[in-house]
């Protein structure tokens, strides 16, 4: 589909006011949505009638509206129902600069390494990212295509996975190498959910309007690329990351799950790379959008 026919569906603030669900039409202007849902999980829950409502309010639209420019994009959930899950390792050649780093050789698993990032870290697509030096000064950058669930499903089969699928977005799984590889007995938890270490955004495109299986994934610090793959690069497709994650554990609309980052890492380069304050971190996919943060000292 044209990038111009994709439905875009934001969570926005204007002039102060309170977070509320809309979309951008193909002029750049914000359509409000908030009397379809109070707000994003609201409205994936709401289901196939509210987003045929969506679609129909943006093509009516025009150049109503407040510009795009005018109004502050929050996460397009703001505050997931749940831990931000995340699958670590799912592209090869990360693995196996990930074994680099650990000095030891290993196989890819045979199941996906799932782990979660706490709500708190979640970030809109253009605000600051924070830095705190008495936390942490090994901050690096996973740019990753986001899956958004829009049915709830329990022991999901493959081949019906993808139904359950609402949308995708783009994240940056921000990471502490320190506490996640040493500092504080090697956290994972710890070390991925430092609060707003999850810029998400801009906006959600529907499931309908974007085939996942083979977009570019960008990352960017101060405009020079870092990390620059495909997700069909994945080992693990997305339709065995729905079936295992939901193995016994229901998944939830308006669940996020980070699908894993290409190689380029700052913690594998040589001599390693972290950000630093003032950095601008672009996180880019082909067919969603962009996300562009700076690193602030707090």
Known sequence: MDDARRLRL???????????????????????LGDLAADMPGLIAAGAEALAAARRRVAAAGGDGPALGAVRLLAPVPRPPRNVYCIGWNYVEHFNEGAAMRLQPAQMPEHPVIFTKGTGAVNGPFDPIPFDPAVSEHIDWEAELAVVIGKAGRNIAEAAAMDHVFGYTVVNDTSARDM?????????????????????????????????????????????????????????????????????????????????TPPGVGAARTPPEFLRPGDVLESEIEGIGTLRNRIERV
């Open 10 to 32: 934001v969570t926005y603030v204007a002039e102060g006011g309170a977070p509320r669900v809309g979309a951008i039409s193909a002029a750049d202007r914000v359509v409000d």
């Open 180 to 260: 996640q590889q040493k500092k504080h007995g090697g956290q994972w938890f710890k070390g991925k959910s430092l609060d707003g270490h999850a810029p998400m955004g801009p906006w959600i495109v529907p499931a309908a309007d974007l085939d996942p299986f083979d977009l570019r994934v960008i990352c960017r610090v101060n405009g020079v690329v870092k990390q620059d793959g495909r997700t069909s690069q994945m080992y693990f497709k997305l339709p065995r990351i729905l079936a295992e994650l939901s193995l016994g554990l229901t998944l939830e609309p308006g669940d996020v799950i980070c699908t894993g």
